[in-house]
């Protein structure tokens, strides 16, 4: 799994934080646990494999927000009683 962080900027509210959800989960179906938070000025979400950094930036620019950074990293999947799985 990654774990990709998009740092975004003019999140203001919470349907702005929708909007962002909304245009990540178009733009990559398969992402899961999306989350975005206006204080922070990121979105978070996992995927099986790296995403298109520049289809994601674009669908974030095209609802009006500005795309500053992407960051993506491998993390192992637990199961239960910390066993890998």
């Given at each position: 799994?990654?774990?990709?962080?998009?740092?975004?900027?003019?999140?203001?509210?919470?349907?702005?934080?929708?909007?962002?959800?909304?245009?990540?989960?178009?733009?990559?179906?398969?992402?899961?646990?999306?989350?975005?938070?206006?204080?922070?000025?990121?979105?978070?979400?996992?995927?099986k494999?790296?995403?298109?950094e520049?289809?994601?930036?674009?669908?974030?620019?095209?609802?009006?927000?500005?795309?500053?950074?992407?960051?993506?990293?491998?993390?192992?999947?637990?199961?239960?009683?910390?066993?890998?799985?």
């Open positions: 799994m990654y774990k990709t962080t998009v740092k975004i900027e003019g999140m203001m509210c919470g349907m702005c934080e929708a909007h962002i959800n909304d245009a990540v989960r178009k733009t990559i179906p398969e992402a899961k646990k999306v989350a975005s938070s206006r204080s922070k000025g990121e979105t978070t979400f996992e995927t494999e790296p995403v298109d520049g289809l994601l930036k674009t669908a974030i620019e095209e609802t009006g927000y500005k795309f500053i950074s992407l960051e993506s990293e491998k993390v192992e999947k637990r199961g239960f009683f910390g066993k890998s799985g």
